[in-house]
């Protein structure tokens, strides 16, 4: 059957070579002669492309299949290598990191269990106790890798809650005594409530909604207004309030790395609060975990080695392809509120046995081996060289903020701590704001449809601003201070427009 001539194996292991020869010479001409980080092309245009092929009908051949590529896939492509990619949280990749993504889409183990596995298991496991070193944690600690910020925080979400039900059950005596009784968590689960930073990641509305909470159970604590990072006092308050107001605080959240600012909140006082109050303490540092392998700013997380969960997103600033995120807890064993035993799959004799199954720990069953990239990265170069990469584009940043500081067209949000920079073009005095708004927006636009750069915008008290996310140690300050022109460039001219500019009143 000539289908067979399609599976990997011994028999085709020379062609699977050609195959991925020819593949990686095309990405690899690819990435060589990109001269702009997008194409400009729209969805309208590029929809067209993709429904005109036929699925049904197979090329039959790996070079004319990489030929229809390059025209529904490559020539549009998002390029993050490119140094004015400048918009979200995307990074460049270190290539051992490409070299061990190869070889897990080759081999493609299974996390679930050991017997899909075998030694990836133990590697996965020793990469996630050294990111528990690396946080501090201490030798109980434990944790799983997931496929990104989104699913650890989550997770985080899931244990805090099925600990402060037991802990809540044990102390009230519910009948039975047991963290599941469905009278108990009936009667407690909508007290539940979780505090966090107002400009904390989506995904813990996202998760409290999944988790069956409160649709009022996230409590926005506000941020200083010069530094965004989370208010101790307003902490506090929140805090006592809740506590006042019989409901029960299951976790509080903190951002080492907010999505707009890179903000890091203030992790000492905070966790001060959450031993006082006795609450779960998270801390999301999916964007600031490059501080764990920095030369010089690791006293920037100090603070996190007295959390009880941690997400890490090592495809942010350890320059991993995606995906590739672990949540690592304090306490080893409150990983268990994850676990179920299924017959077919893991049962009990195999954890008696001590067979390591890392689906009792994790949310996902199928998972992949995601930890190669990381483990091949240190093997290769090494943390202290990743942690460099990292600075050198938190160095760029306050470069940056510096020049736009000096530049009078601009207005700039924060000065960062990490890699991000809000700012917002600035018109003429006496321009309307929701012109303004529009000026930036369409500034935004135009650099995408161009191709020249792409940026990105958020929303900052109630208007539109722009932001770069430097993830690239290749950006340079001429780049940035280019991209500064154009998007200047564009404003000015879609403010020039006859009967766009309205004088406020």
């Known amino acids: 059957m000539r289908s067979r001539s399609h599976l ?66 490559l020539r549009d492509a998002v390029y993050f290598h490119h140094p004015r990619y400048l918009a979200h949280l995307n990074c460049p990749l270190v290539l051992p990191a490409v070299v061990g993504e190869a070889v897990i889409a080759a081999v493609n183990s299974s996390m679930d269990t050991w017997d899909q596995s075998g030694g990836a298991t133990l590697m996965e496991r020793r990469l996630v106790d050294w ?5 501090g944690l201490g030798t109980a600690a434990d944790g799983v890798f997931t496929s990104g910020g989104t699913q650890s925080n989550m997770h985080a979400m899931l244990l805090a809650r099925e600990e402060t039900l037991r802990l809540a059950a044990k102390k009230a005596r519910i009948p039975g005594d047991a963290p599941d009784s469905a009278a108990g968590r009936a009667e407690l689960l909508p007290t539940l409530r979780v505090l966090t930073s107002e400009i904390s990641h989506f995904s813990i509305e996202k998760s409290a909604r999944v988790l069956g909470l409160a649709p009022d159970a996230v409590i926005p604590v506000p941020v200083d207004a010069a530094t965004r990072r989370m208010r101790p006092d307003a902490l506090a ?34 966790a001060d609060l959450c031993e006082q109050y006795d609450t779960w303490l998270h801390v999301d540092a999916a964007y600031g975990c490059g501080l764990l392998v920095s030369p010089t700013r690791r006293h920037l997380l100090a603070g996190i080695e007295r959390a009880d969960s941690v997400t ?17 807890v304090r306490d080893r064993t409150v990983l268990g509120h994850a676990t179920h035993h299924a017959d077919y799959l893991n049962p009990e004799w195999m954890a008696e046995k001590a067979i390591p199954n890392q689906v009792n720990k994790s949310l996902q069953t199928t998972r992949r081996f995601d930890a190669l990239k990381l483990w ?54 006496g321009t309307a704001a929701d012109l303004a708004d529009s000026a930036n927006l369409h500034a935004r636009e135009m650099l995408a449809a161009t191709g020249e750069a792409v940026i990105a915008s958020t929303v900052v008290d109630g208007r539109h601003w722009l932001k770069f996310t430097l993830l690239n140690p290749l950006t340079s300050l001429e780049d940035i201070s280019t991209t500064l022109d154009l998007v200047a460039q564009h404003a000015e001219r879609h403010l020039a427009v006859p009967g766009s500019t309205v004088v406020a009143t």
């Open 8 to 73: 990997l194996n011994g028999a085709t292991a020379e062609r699977y070579h050609q195959d991925v020869s020819l593949a990686a010479a095309r990405i690899a001409r690819k990435l060589a002669t990109t001269d702009r980080p997008f194409s400009g092309a729209n969805p309208q245009e590029l929809a067209q492309v993709v429904d005109s092929v036929d699925l049904d009908t197979p090329l039959g051949d790996t070079a004319a299949a990489l030929d229809e590529l390059e025209r529904v896939y």
């Open 131 to 135: 990111t528990a070193a690396r946080i």
């Open 237 to 270: 308050h929140e805090l006592e309030r809740c506590t006042r107001a019989g409901k029960t605080v299951m976790a509080v959240v903190a951002t080492a790395g907010t999505t707009d600012f890179g903000s890091i909140d203030p992790l000492p006082r905070i």
């Open 312 to 328: 890490v997103d090592y495809h942010k600033s350890f320059f991993q392809p995606v995906s590739a995120s672990a949540i690592v």
């Open 376 to 429: 091949m990265t240190l093997r290769i170069m090494g943390p202290d060289a990743v942690g460099e990469l990292f600075d050198e584009v938190v160095d760029r940043a306050a470069q940056a903020w510096q020049l736009l500081q000096d530049d009078p067209r601009f207005d700039v949000a924060v000065r960062p701590e990490l890699s991000t920079l809000v700012f917002r073009y600035r018109p003429a005095p």
